[in-house]
């Protein structure tokens, strides 16, 4: 077995010092290996495919780092039909808890899985903004928290945990406005005056928020969660219920099962892929079911692992 691992060292969980720990995990089992290190500026795609293309006997490919290294990985496997692995080290690492996996510390637990886990065909989105194109694994999102996310990369430099999400929507506060936004989700038109739309394929986001707490990384469905205007007494009364996924019972939450998303502004606004800013809106998201095979443990060990 030959296996592929993308490195992100700019990962918050500095996945550069687990590195000898994943090298001894694989002599033990036999395994070879090939290791690609990612640039300073993070994962181009490109770069991975060129790598899997190299290698002559690849069986699959890990990625070592955080949300953003996973969907870029996963991004260049697309149509590949190699099955990928994660090593959870990053800041937030949201996608790997939503969907079971063990903590990046665990090494020896994720590195088995790489190895010896259970192919499972997962969803991925596709989303089109002002700028960039791609595809996700986890969730999409347009408004104040795009903004959060903005100013919480800034932190990464200095912070490496998941309190820069919370030090992040510190800083955005004084850019805190709702706007009037048009929502087309299959066919359905929707106007609302809103702080914040997202787009979840996911369960988590910033840094464990349970945006999409019954969905299944295998459904065929998006989750849309629109936080409307409301006031400050409302919004400061509500928001930990937000933060701990009970959204669901908020009067001014709005939730909506779909395959396909559009969303425009009166102004645009920025746009968060995976932890990452990738334009302003218009944003535009679709789901492709089981686009992805993943590398899943068996369910007995998921159970364990879940959130």
Not at 72 to 80: I, P, V, Y
Request: charged content about 25%.
């Amino acid at each position: 077995m030959t296996i592929l691992f993308v490195i992100n060292p700019a990962s918050g969980g500095k996945p550069e010092k687990r590195l000898p720990a994943i090298e001894a995990g694989c002599r033990k089992r036999g395994i070879e290996y090939v290791i690609l290190r990612t640039g300073p500026d993070g994962l181009e795609a490109r770069n991975v495919f060129q790598s899997i293309a190299a290698v002559r006997g690849l069986d699959r490919v890990a990625a070592v780092g955080g949300d953003g290294t996973v969907t870029e990985t996963a991004a260049a496997l697309t149509g590949a039909g190699l099955p990928m692995g994660i090593i959870p080290l990053g800041t937030g690492n949201d996608y790997a808890r939503g969907i079971g996996l063990p903590p990046g510390r665990d090494i020896e637990a994720c590195l088995e899985i790489v190895a010896n886990g259970v192919p499972r065909r997962v969803d991925i989105a596709r989303y089109r903004t002002d700028a960039k194109e791609g595809i996700f694994l986890n969730v999409a999102s347009a408004g104040f928290d795009a903004a959060a996310t903005r100013e919480a990369i800034r932190f990464k430099k200095r912070i490496s945990r998941p309190l820069i999400y919370l030090l992040g929507v510190v800083a955005a506060l004084p850019a805190l406005r709702f706007s009037d936004i048009a929502i087309e989700a299959d066919g359905n038109r929707l106007r609302r005056r809103a702080l914040m739309v997202a787009v979840a394929n996911g369960r988590r986001y910033g840094g464990g928020i349970r945006i999409n707490p019954d969905g299944a990384p295998d459904d065929g469905r998006l989750e849309m969660v629109m936080y409307r205007a409301a006031s400050p007494i409302v919004m400061a009364a509500t928001l930990p219920g937000f933060l701990l996924g009970r959204h669901r019972r908020l009067d001014h939450v709005e939730t909506l099962k779909c395959r396909s998303v559009r969303i425009e502004a009166e102004r645009p606004l920025p746009v968060n892929i995976d932890g990452d800013i990738k334009g302003t809106t218009p944003l535009a998201v679709d789901i492709i079911p089981g686009g992805l095979t993943l590398l899943t443990p068996p369910m007995s060990a998921m159970k364990a692992y879940s959130p």
